[in-house]
């Protein structure tokens, strides 16, 4: 549109000043009668109307625009849409976006009780508490076992803020929580031991969320609590290289999940343990490193994205689950949660601004040689209407292809 724009302020002036030309300087060089090089003239100026360029283009966006709504991605205007069809680099956040944002356990590790126990005991402690981490040891449990009854006790229990719980059962004493929790109910130096002997060298400490579990002062063992890649995450990574894309990954977790999460998605290029403020850095800098013409994508779901969002050349959001600071803040939002509706936005895109182009080659193409033939007083009036009005009609028809675009096993069907 902007280049439609440019070529209006200097192609109107130019086809103006061309026809009143064409109506005086010939019958006085070639001394012929002014009728006919005045109707030669306005056969000129109504071939060259821009209607055909005016019309298309935006609707050719409107169609990539609603194909997009029909994949579930809401595109916020055509320069987004059209942006994407430049973009180079990817950078997504992690959790909410490649994973689910829903904890689920995914080891226990019992070291002086049976693992049934172990997780029993720590469900109990955490019954009480809305957490995502407490929602995902009841619901393990729930799993095993089906019987809640036993969650139904009304014991007190005492939550440690950025430790853990505390809860009483059978006359006992259970703690659940992270290592400085450990500490403190066994003590630094039992602790300490503990750690030697049972978790020396335990890859999974690294892998996710601990919750370490002891009952009356004696060490039990841990649950290990993990996001869950989504469902087309490996596809949308896969995609994404295929398209030439390079792709970083930014999250706030500790280094030993990022790892493990890259290593499932096959992500070279990661950044662990940041804070709102360090991925905004990290956007700067691969801002700073991309071609000029080259665009960046910052994809995220949570109101810590929201800055980076902002500063990216295009920002994309997880629509159902992510915050509305994320979904207001975004350039696109993929409403079904789905990264590899991503390839899809790209796709479509690409085939929008391949139909704008095809409309744009063609309108000008057909109008220059008409308008060529007008002047030498080949075209009629008749050919003036079908270089304006039927170019018009061909290239609104053309862009309405826009709308049909879609995205099937990577390819792009109509």
């Not at 030993?256 to 991925?279: R, W």
């Not at 690409?350 to 109008?367: C, D, P, R, S």
Request: net charge neutral; aromatic share 8%; proline share 2%.
């Amino acid at each position: 549109e902007n280049f439609i724009t440019r070529f209006a302020k200097f192609y109107t002036p130019i086809v103006v000043f061309a026809a009143l030309l064409l109506a005086t300087i010939p019958p006085y060089v070639l001394n012929e009668p002014f009728s006919g090089w005045i109707y030669r003239a306005l056969t000129f100026l109504v071939i060259s109307c821009p209607c055909a360029l005016v019309i298309s283009i935006p609707l050719s966006f409107f169609g990539g625009i609603g194909a997009a709504s029909k994949a579930g991605i809401l595109v916020k205007g055509s320069n987004y849409l059209e942006a994407l069809a430049n973009a180079e680099t990817i950078v997504m956040d992690k959790t909410g976006t490649l994973t689910k944002g829903q904890f689920a356990v995914t080891k226990i590790m019992a070291v002086n009780e049976s693992e049934q126990r172990v997780l029993a005991y720590g469900a109990f402690a955490e019954r009480l508490s809305t957490h995502p981490i407490s929602k995902s040891i009841m619901a393990a449990y729930q799993q095993k076992n089906g019987d809640m009854t036993i969650m139904s006790s009304n014991e007190a229990v005492e939550e440690k803020a950025g430790f853990g719980v505390i809860a009483r059962k059978d006359g006992g004493k259970i703690a659940v929580g992270n290592e400085k929790l450990m500490a403190h109910v066994l003590g630094a130096d039992a602790w300490a031991a503990c750690k030697e002997k049972y978790l020396a060298g335990e890859k999974a400490l690294s892998e996710g969320t601990i919750c370490h579990v002891a009952y009356n002062d004696a060490y039990w063992g841990f649950l290990l609590i993990e996001d869950q890649l989504k469902e087309d995450a490996a596809d949308c990574v896969t995609g994404l290289k295929k398209a030439g894309m390079r792709l970083v990954m930014l999250t706030g977790d500790q280094k030993g999940v990022a790892d493990k999460v890259a290593g499932q998605l096959g992500i070279t290029e990661y950044y662990a343990e940041l804070l709102p403020g360090d991925k905004v850095d990290h956007v700067e800098k691969l801002l700073a490193e991309k071609s000029e013409k080259g665009k960046l994508i910052f994809v995220g779901d949570g109101i810590n994205d929201a800055p980076v969002l902002a500063r990216a050349d295009i920002g994309i959001a997880m629509g159902g689950l992510g915050s509305d600071a994320a979904i207001e803040a975004a350039d696109i939002v993929i409403m079904t949660d789905e990264p590899a509706k991503i390839t899809t936005a790209m796709h479509i895109s690409k085939e929008t601004l391949k139909i704008v182009k095809q409309n744009i080659i063609f309108a000008i193409g057909v109008k220059v040689l008409v308008l060529i033939l007008a002047a030498l007083g080949v075209a009629s009036m008749w050919w003036a209407v079908f270089a304006d009005v039927g170019v018009s009609i061909i290239a609104i028809l053309n862009a309405i292809r826009a709308m049909r675009v879609k995205n099937l096993d990577s390819s792009v069907q109509r």
